[in-house]
């Protein structure tokens, strides 16, 4: 029988200012704790910077903090995500990982800025940096900066007519494979989940089956079943998926704060429930590793 302790929301997918978050980690965990979230979950892109902050913060005003990060892989001819819970945070392997993956990114934005440039839309790097406050720098600090200079109205513009994929300013970045993120992450003994399936444009069994067979037989432990963007339909996808294959079911909203106005903590774009029992079996996987 569930009970109130176990239904209490959480939510496992949270960015903050060390990479392209709005919030800092302290900001994110007050905001949790209005909110009355029982936990939240860290994961930023190709960075552990913010966790100390956050699990402080989260001992002071009475909200669980779950370390973690998310990481860029490439799988065949997927381009995935994988969040790892639960990390050694000092871990060298994952550090070496986490610096090879801000490095292709630094490869990456001076190229989206000269296309921009090329398209007569000067962003200079100096303000792009500015706006990441010294974190991971990233296309949403590109767009915030294009809103500013008057290039676009939004954010949201920005990437639909430059910055998403098959738009003008693109650029492909290098990526890692899953099979060596995977090996990292459970070195530094961190639980893999697969992030946001639903971004993956998979519809069927059959598609979600040839993505994660291999991906459980690497490693992976768990799966992203609630997201802000998964419709019913594919969050019961998901959730036979993890059930086939003994995965740990997780969720989030993937917040960022104002760069993603319509997500809110917890609520995703507003009916998202996250229940807390799904973050024992996360713990359940930690203390097999």
């Known amino acids: 029988m569930l009970t109130a302790v176990d239904d209490r929301p959480i939510d496992l997918h949270v960015h903050t200012t060390a990479s392209d978050g709005d919030l800092s980690p302290r900001e994110c965990v007050a905001r949790a704790a209005a909110l009355g979230l029982a936990a939240i979950g860290i994961a930023d892109h190709d960075t552990v910077a913010g966790n100390a902050e956050a699990m402080a913060a989260g001992e002071e005003m009475g909200v669980e903090v779950v370390p973690g990060l998310e990481v860029a892989a490439k799988h065949g001819h997927w381009s995935l995500h994988v969040l790892g819970y639960y990390p050694e945070l000092g871990d060298a392997g994952l550090g ?157 909203s993937d917040f960022h704060g104002a760069a993603k106005p319509d997500i809110e903590l917890g609520r995703g774009l507003g009916g998202m429930h996250v229940p807390y029992r799904l973050l024992e079996r996360l713990k359940a996987e930690r203390a097999r590793l």
């Open 96 to 252: 070496r990982l986490l610096r090879r993956a801000r490095a292709r990114r630094d490869e990456r934005n001076p190229q989206i800025l000269a296309r921009l440039a090329a398209l007569g839309l000067p962003v200079p790097f100096e303000e792009v940096a500015a706006e990441a406050r010294h974190g991971v720098v990233g296309r949403p600090h590109i767009a915030a900066v294009m809103v500013r200079r008057g290039h676009v109205a939004t954010a949201e513009e920005a990437f639909a007519r430059y910055l998403a994929k098959g738009r003008p300013a693109y650029v492909e970045r290098r990526k890692p494979e899953a099979a060596e993120v995977l090996e990292v992450l459970l070195a530094a003994r961190a639980v893999p989940v697969l992030a946001h399936p639903g971004t993956l444009g998979i519809e069927s069994s059959d598609a979600l089956e040839a993505l994660l067979g291999p991906l459980v037989e690497l490693g992976l432990r768990g799966i992203e079943v609630h997201y802000h963007a998964h419709n019913a339909v594919q969050t019961a996808l998901f959730g036979r998926a993890a059930e086939r294959h003994g995965l740990a079911v997780t969720g989030g």
